[in-house]
């Protein structure tokens, strides 16, 4: 009877590990796009609740005058956006990595 829960258990761990094999965007993976999908996209791939899109730069040359404190608003949160844009575990470095990726005008990936 203990085994064959053991066993049980083993199979259903196993499961729920090859089921987190399967998402789209890996969880260990830190390249600055799956960071953004993961965090800034919900908002800034559509501009939701008036937030810049993407890639777009029309809707970030309005705010190129004080992209000096993108940095600090992103980090602390900014009106719709919440603090680090959602990204908790995301590194200064790598929020400065964003920043840079969804204002630069490249082909959304
Ligand atoms: C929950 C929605 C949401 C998420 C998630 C989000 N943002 Fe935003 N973001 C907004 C909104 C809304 C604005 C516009 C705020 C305003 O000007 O009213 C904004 C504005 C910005 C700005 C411009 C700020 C300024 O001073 O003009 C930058 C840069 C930015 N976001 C970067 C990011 C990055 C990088 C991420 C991911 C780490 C992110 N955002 C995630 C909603 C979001």
């Known amino acids: 009877m203990i ?10 761990a196993l499961v729920f590990l090859s089921a987190c094999g399967e998402s789209p965007t890996q969880a260990d993976d830190r390249s600055v796009a799956a960071l953004y999908w993961r965090s800034c996209a919900s908002c800034h791939s ?8 993407a890639f777009e730069s029309e809707a970030w040359s309005a ?7 993108w940095f600090e ?3 602390t ?3 719709g956006m919440p603090a680090k844009g959602m990204c908790l575990d995301c590194t200064d470095e790598e929020i400065q990595q964003l920043i840079e990726y ?5 082909a959304q990936p």
Do not use: C, E
């Open 73 to 75: 608003r992103v980090t």
């Open 46 to 53: 559509t501009g939701r609740g008036g937030a810049p899109v």
């Open 102 to 106: 969804i204002t630069s005008d490249r």
């Open 3 to 12: 085994r064959r829960s053991t066993f049980l258990f083993a199979a259903l």
């Open 63 to 69: 705010r190129k005058s004080h992209d000096d404190l």
């Open 77 to 79: 949160g900014y009106r």
